[in-house]
């Protein structure tokens, strides 16, 4: 896979791998942009594997490839929202994290980084920008009649700056995300006088993104802190552990986004960017996205001991490359989806490693940009206005997709003995193996052509 890239730095082991891709949009697909969201995915074929291609459910649009334009404009252009007037929320202070969302959720990209870059950022930065604008306020968060007007400002901004304008659709933002919801206190001083402040600031102020997952010292003194906060109403008292009713495990994570958003305000923007990010991606990681097509093909062909090798390895060829269509992944998503789909395997009567006989990797979950599996470390796009968008990638794509034992439930991050990046195991003297990565530049040019209207 790593055919044909020259390194950057020979000695680091870092290469430079750059993509063209143009797309010359009509105006029908210009017209109503969100029509065909939906229906994005990607096409198998190795020659545009970039390429959207629309599902039957939507309009077909053509994408033709032409030349780039130099230098490439849509990267320097934005455009001056024109916002609502009545949304009370501080955008100036939290001017450079806007402009990184932008970068990391940009245009048609979006829906490809959405699950691992794109909608963790946007979330943590709705967080950081209601703690924020708390220190004017003393409200953590909006009101009903506020939140449409500013979700739509921050919509706004955001699509000025290059990013995608379906980013509500994209990662299920709604209006009543920048509410209370549940939550009985919303009130800063309220908050303050009922919570430890003192010792969950101690506990958040500054996690490391590997230990946070496993030790879980923040996220614990945060759900403490939820707790009680949700005691507020009376009718928690007394409800712990399984005799929490779902509306009460509602009201607690209701309360933990009132959590976030104080712990954001005691922050500088930055520094809550990055612990929340850190806390996002345990989440992340510890849960496969993929979505598991019907097996029964490969049943058929590796079920009950395997007569024809051949048959079973075109079988299961023919499966991986529908996951390969779906999104771009972590390596440690992957090695989950790996031992999601080898458990699924096995109780399809698969008793063999039709991994090993087949040369599964764990880069043939994730979508297919060379192989790209992203680090499990909260990482970034990045934007340069000559050369366009690029993000971090690991193209070390020789690490076997371990199949599970019967008796395995789970790939926990904390128990995971495959060694790939962003690990506790990559202190160890494989640290050189498993750290070659790659900045990936997908330079894009959505060079547009408006065809008149008849």
Not at 28 to 44: D, E, M, Q, V, W
Not at 248 to 259: A, G, L, M, P, Y
Not at 383 to 411: E, R
Request: glycine share 6%; charged share 15%.
């Amino acid at each position: 896979m790593s055919e044909g890239v020259s390194p950057l730095y020979p000695s680091g082991g870092m290469v430079l791998l750059e993509v063209f891709l143009v797309f010359l949009c009509f105006h029908g697909s210009l017209s109503s942009p969100l029509n065909h969201l939906g229906g994005y995915r990607l096409t198998g074929s190795k020659g545009n594997a970039l390429l959207p291609e629309i599902s039957p459910a939507a309009t077909p649009q053509p994408f033709l490839p032409i030349l780039a334009p130099s230098p490439l404009v849509p990267f320097t252009n934005t455009t001056i929202a024109k916002l609502s007037g009545i949304c009370t929320l501080n955008f100036t202070a939290v001017e450079s994290l806007m402009s990184m969302t932008s970068i990391d959720c940009f245009a048609d990209f979006a829906p490809l980084l959405a699950n691992v870059i794109c909608c963790p950022q946007l979330l943590a930065t709705l967080v950081i920008l209601i703690g924020q604008s708390s220190k004017d306020t003393g409200m953590l968060a909006l009101n009903a009649t506020l939140a449409k007007p500013c979700l739509s400002d921050i919509e706004k901004v955001l699509a000025g700056q290059g990013a995608s304008d379906g980013l509500k659709q994209i990662c299920s933002i709604h209006p009543s995300n920048l509410t209370e919801a549940s939550c009985p206190v919303k009130d800063v001083d309220e908050f303050e006088s009922t919570v430890d402040s003192s010792k969950l600031l101690d506990a958040c102020e500054k996690i490391d993104p590997v230990k946070e997952c496993c030790d879980q010292v923040c996220q614990n003194a945060i759900s403490e802190a939820a707790t009680i906060v949700a005691q507020k109403t009376s009718t928690l008292l007394g409800m712990n552990g399984p005799h929490v009713l779902p509306e009460h495990s509602t009201r607690i994570n209701d309360c933990k986004v009132i959590v976030l958003r104080w712990l954001a305000s005691k922050l500088d923007p930055s520094g809550a960017k990055e612990v929340l990010r850190g806390l996002t991606n345990c989440n992340v990681n510890n849960v496969c996205p993929l979505v598991f097509p019907n097996m029964r093909h490969v049943a058929n062909s590796c079920g009950n001991g395997i007569s024809n090798e051949t048959a079973c390895c075109d079988s299961m060829d023919s499966y991986v490359s529908h996951l390969q269509k779906q999104t771009l992944i972590t390596n440690l998503q992957a090695l989950d989806c790996a031992t999601s789909l080898g458990i699924k395997l096995q109780k399809s009567n698969i008793t063999r490693n039709v991994y090993n006989l087949c040369h599964i990797s764990l880069k043939d979950f994730s979508l297919q940009v060379s192989g790209c599996l992203l680090p499990s470390s909260p990482s970034d796009a990045t934007l340069d206005k000559s050369s366009g968008i690029s993000f971090i990638c690991d193209l070390n794509d020789n690490i076997p997709a371990p199949w599970p034992s019967m008796t395995q439930l789970s790939a926990s991050s904390c128990n995971k003995t495959v060694r790939i990046p962003a690990l506790p195991a990559a202190t160890s003297g494989h640290i050189g193996v498993y750290s070659e990565y790659a900045m990936l530049f997908l330079h894009v040019a959505l060079a547009v052509a408006f065809m008149a209207i008849l």
